[in-house]
């Protein structure tokens, strides 16, 4: 976990900013394009499933969730929980509902999380908002039978940290199945160090006990199967970091592949899941029907 000590804070920066090394559009366009793909997206997944909108699965004002309903949703459905990126401080559920098309037409429900990114969220809280998102699916929707997770970027690692909570204390255990990790950042150190713990404000101890590298632990049975998925264009220390995270899960007994994307950088290895012929939707659709 540690040749990033030796980086200059340059050369950091650079590394943990994921809109310089696509080589399909330059850094200050690539974020807006993200934005209005996503936002298209999910107009598009709104206008043609069934859904319940901002539901709220806590008391405060970004405890909400939205679902997409499989198209013939009579008996019971799989679920993919879909929590999304922007650096714990942007984007939000409303512009992450464009992986549902594919997979609602397949009979499989998708629900946006939202929580409460930074500055308002503190990493603390927005591990427990997540957590707390899934336990009140499985207490209020019976008809779920199996719940995949699937995070991009800082929604991977919020969806890595879910995998490692100890549900004693929110009275269900909900029946995770398997967790496609995109693109996420795993161990929150060298984050300290970079413009993105601005608006973060994280303490030290707090990026160790929220880093999903350091839950990795043969003590920790083996729950699911889990992919990490890492796009070619993404920078070399996030496709360390999905490495690392990788073997060690597989170390500690976890079943786990390492899906290496050709040709997509950060931003459309996940905007693509809006489209049916991608293979990680293929993929994701695989690993649900063989459960
Ligand atoms: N300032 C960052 C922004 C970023 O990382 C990002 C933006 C939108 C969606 C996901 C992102 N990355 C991780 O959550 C960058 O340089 O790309």
Request: aromatic share 8%; net charge negative; charged share 20%.
């Amino acid at each position: 976990m540690g040749g990033w000590r030796d980086m200059s804070a340059e050369a950091l920066e650079d590394q943990y900013s994921p809109s310089r090394w696509s080589p399909r559009l330059d850094r200050d366009t690539i974020i807006d394009a993200h934005l209005a793909v996503t936002a298209a997206g999910t107009e598009r997944a709104r206008a043609s499933a069934q859904t319940s909108l901002h539901v709220p699965y806590g008391k405060g004002d970004g405890e909400k969730l939205d679902i997409y309903f499989p198209t013939d949703h009579s008996g019971t459905f799989p679920v993919l929980v879909y929590i999304h990126g922007g650096y714990w401080q942007c984007l939000s559920k409303d512009e992450s509902g464009f992986a549902a098309p594919p997979l609602v037409s397949q009979g499989v429900a998708v629900v946006a999380v939202g929580y409460d990114t930074a500055p308002r969220g503190h990493m603390d809280t927005m591990v427990l908002q997540v957590r707390r998102s899934l336990a009140f699916l499985v207490e209020q929707y019976p008809e779920i039978r199996g719940i995949y997770l699937c995070g991009h970027s800082a929604g991977a690692h919020l969806a890595a940290m879910v995998l490692f909570t100890d549900w004693t204390e929110f009275h269900v255990v909900p029946d995770i199945k398997g967790a496609v990790l995109v693109s996420g950042v795993y161990d929150l150190e060298p984050i300290l160090h970079t413009y993105v713990n601005d608006a973060l404000n994280m303490s030290r101890e707090v990026a160790q006990r929220n880093s999903p590298m350091r839950h990795v632990a043969p003590a920790v049975p083996a729950a699911c199967e889990v992919l990490v998925v890492v796009a070619q264009h993404d920078s070399p220390e996030f496709r360390r970091q999905s490495q690392e995270y990788s073997q060690a899960l597989r170390a500690a007994g976890w079943s786990v592949s390492l899906l290496d994307l050709a040709s997509v950088d950060h931003f459309d290895v996940i905007e693509k899941l809006s489209e049916n012929s991608y293979i990680l939707t293929q993929v994701i659709l695989n690993m649900i029907s063989r459960a």
